[in-house]
């Protein structure tokens, strides 16, 4: 079984930035996919960023250049740095961890609200 809790969330400025951690616990393997998603009232839950445990990473169009996901492999932890966060980037942030394509483990979630 794999447990994931995020953290960081918050109300911050437009422009403003913000660090979002997930701690994985569990059966956690090497070959896990671990990512990001967010879902804004409303409307579907969209992936935002993905890492393997090798480093490479994927970003959705919409945060490229302003977000960067990492990961700590030996710590279980991983991380989405986001700046020139916009109102549109509000929403609730889940960290997830998807293993050999199918199954799907997924955070509670922490809310990101961007407004002046």
């Known amino acids: 079984q794999v447990q994931l809790v995020e953290s960081g969330g918050g109300l911050v400025q437009p422009g403003g930035s913000l660090r979002l951690s997930c701690a994985a616990s569990g059966n956690i393997l090497s070959n896990d996919l671990m990512g990001w998603y967010r879902q804004a009232p409303g409307l579907e839950r969209e992936l935002v960023a993905t890492i393997i445990s090798g480093g490479n990473t994927n970003y959705a169009d919409s945060v490229k250049g302003r977000f960067t996901i990492s990961r700590d492999n030996v710590k279980n932890m991983v991380y989405l740095q986001m700046t020139g966060l916009k109102p549109e980037d509000t929403a609730i942030y889940y960290c997830?961890?998807?293993?050999?394509?199918?199954?799907?483990?997924w955070g509670q979630g922490t809310q990101v609200t961007v407004s002046s």
């Open positions: 997830n961890l998807n293993r050999w394509k199918s199954v799907n483990y």
